[in-house]
């Protein structure tokens, strides 16, 4: 597997507070809520001036990242909290193989003024493997010691 240079997943942080649980924020330009529809396969994205940093609040995905001709399979849920950071130039997707709708927080940071192909779907050049993104998740559902909490690709 090809290392993606500056795609980072770190592990969050949280305090009690009584019954509540507070998670660390994480600092940002501008934050967006965003909705993997159930059953989703989506195609590519790549922003030009903008940092994504997501994090999983409702269910759960397959962040897909396609480096160096060959496509990486991040899993991402709601019960293990961890921030995915996707620098400017990688090109990147998502696969929501559940039932239900995936929302996620998206803490962006930019890098100059945003331009409408940024979030402009782009084709795929070859199909993803959806059978290794579904065991890459449920391998994570099950054994999440399996993967590095934090990590640095």
């Known amino acids: 597997m090809g290392l993606i240079k500056g795609v980072t997943i770190k592990a969050i942080k949280s ?7 507070f998670y660390t ?11 993997v529809p159930a059953k989703t396969e989506d195609d590519l994205f790549v922003h030009k001036h903008q940092t994504d940093q997501l994090l999983v609040v409702k269910g759960s995905f397959v962040l897909v990242v396609l480096y160096d001709k060959q496509y990486q399979y991040i899993p991402l849920s709601e019960e293990i909290p961890q921030v995915v950071t996707i620098p400017p130039g990688i090109l990147h997707g998502a696969i929501n193989f559940e039932d239900r709708d995936c929302l996620l927080v998206n803490a962006v940071l930019r ?12 084709a795929k050049p070859f199909p ?22 934090e990590a640095t690709f």
Do not use: C, W
Request: charged share 20%; no cysteine; proline share 10%.
């Open 15 to 21: 305090i009690q507070g009584g019954m509540a649980e």
């Open 25 to 35: 924020p994480q600092s940002s330009d501008e934050t967006m809520i965003v909705k």
């Open 111 to 122: 890098h100059g003024e945003p331009h409408p192909r940024d979030y402009q779907p782009i």
């Open 128 to 149: 993803y493997n959806l059978k290794q993104a579904k065991f890459s998740l449920n391998r994570f559902l099950t054994k999440p010691s399996a993967l590095v909490a």
